[in-house]
């Protein structure tokens, strides 16, 4: 156990092939969207109430993105609008793809963009996957949706972005 970690060690201590090992892209401020489709202060203040308006607007959703990616919790919304562009998927064999991206990125265990599900909700989604459909996805999408109403809403909503669209 102690040679095991040794090791582990030594590689980590090792020098890197180049300085590009260390860059770790990191948004100096959230990106903006464009200007654009920017709603009026009134169509804004009613994203506070409803996070499916906020979603469906692309000036919204784009401004509810670049704050997730400001908190690194862009994953949720990636994971909604990926299954979002899965259910209008019409050719099984395109649907059959998808679902294996969306599985691999999203909900297998270790995934590089893992979102936050039960257990329960993971094992109906994998058993969906058997035979994907267009409703392969919609409790763990509920469930997100559910987290990020929850939990991401209000803090977008309390931050200085989106004071300066409702003034």
Known sequence: RAKEIKTKLGTLLQKPDSAIDFIIPYPEKPEKPPKAQKPSPEEALQWRDSLEKLLQNPYGLASFRSFLRSEFSEENAEF????????????????????????????????????????????????????????????????????????????????????????
Do not use: G
Request: aromatic fraction near 12%; charge should be positive.
């Open 80 to 167: 909604w609008v990926a299954c979002e562009d899965y259910k209008k998927t019409k050719s099984p064999v395109k649907m059959v793809e998808k679902a294996k991206k969306i599985y691999e990125e999203f909900i297998q265990t270790e995934a590089p963009k893992e979102v936050n599900i039960d257990h329960f909700t993971k094992a109906v989604t994998m058993k969906n996957l058997v035979e994907p459909s267009p409703s392969s996805f919609d409790m763990a999408q509920k469930r997100i949706f559910a987290l990020m109403e929850k939990d991401s809403l209000p803090r977008f909503v309390r931050s200085e972005f989106y004071q300066e669209l409702i003034k």
